[in-house]
């Protein structure tokens, strides 16, 4: 589970209600049905009219997305899978890779290590594995715009019901306890809009793109390691390449001692 997504849900629930208990608010007042359906429903209904519906099918798999961590393999570990293949496909020729595919589960990486183990072009497995990342991205970008556009929905509703409230508080003036009543309800639409908005619409959005950078990386990574291997370059090549795209405390762990970089700085 990405557990940070959890932390970060329960962390604004708390900030927000412990902050309105230190301000003296009462939190009872956030029991205000008119104000979620303002909001929750009226952001649906506008995410249903800005995109179409075969797109907001997908809405409970981006959830889902947000909520578990990626499943692979680490980035250190995928270079010496690299370097392996390398040494295979050279010591006993591209067709020796074949048997080699049943144990690898990614299929990216298993695609284009068919394509190589076919004697296909390197710039036609690149054309096509790159394009493989680029729609990729495109479907992310499409994902994370939904919860982009409802972050900014969000708010704006708030404020809408807070005029719908501040309307029907109009019609107390002659009670005063009750107008008061009535005019800290109406801010409570603004309250839970500004919430839905900064504290889960724009920071899933965000999350959502930082995992697609994440992917794409992964995927050029192997994608450089792909090429390498139809190339016939050596293992040291293939691993000096990969190398780049290994983080530093990865790094460290290939080489068996900490990294001079790091060490200096």
């Keep these: 589970m990405e557990i940070s997504t959890i932390i970060g849900l329960v962390g604004g629930i708390l900030a927000v209600g412990v902050g309105m208990v230190l301000k003296g608010a009462n939190l009872s007042a956030l029991i205000n049905p008119a104000a979620f359906l303002i909001i929750i429903a009226g952001t649906a209904a506008c995410i249903f009219n800005a995109f179409p519906l075969e797109q907001i099918k997908k809405f409970p798999q981006l959830f ?3 909520l578990k961590k ?6 250190g570990e995928l270079l010496s899978l690299f370097t392996n293949l390398s ?9 020796a890779l074949e048997p080699m595919l049943e144990d690898i589960q990614d299929a990216y990486l298993k695609s284009g290590l068919s394509m190589v183990i076919d004697g296909m072009d390197a710039d036609l497995i690149a054309d096509v594995l790159g394009l493989d990342i680029a729609q990729m991205e495109a479907r992310h970008r499409s994902g994370a715009q939904i919860f982009t556009q409802a972050g900014t929905y969000a708010p704006t509703l708030g404020v809408l019901g807070a005029v719908v409230g501040l309307i029907a508080a109009l019609g107390n003036l002659n009670d005063i306890e009750k107008l008061g009543h009535s005019i800290a309800a109406a801010f409570i639409a603004t309250l839970l809009g500004i919430f839905t908005g900064y504290v889960i619409w724009h920071p899933f959005a965000n999350k959502l793109k930082m995992l697609s950078q ?4 992964y995927r050029r990574m192997m994608l450089e390691g792909i090429l390498s291997i139809q190339a016939g370059d050596n293992p040291a090549t293939v691993a000096a390449k990969l190398r780049v795209f290994v983080p530093q405390d990865q790094r460290e762990k290939l080489d068996g001692k900490p990294n001079e970089e790091s060490a200096n700085g």
């Design 214 to 217: 994440e992917e794409a990386e």
């Design 87 to 95: 040494q295979v496909a050279r010591r006993e020729g591209l067709l």
């Design 64 to 66: 889902k997305i947000l």
């Design 70 to 75: 990626p499943q692979r393999m680490p980035k």
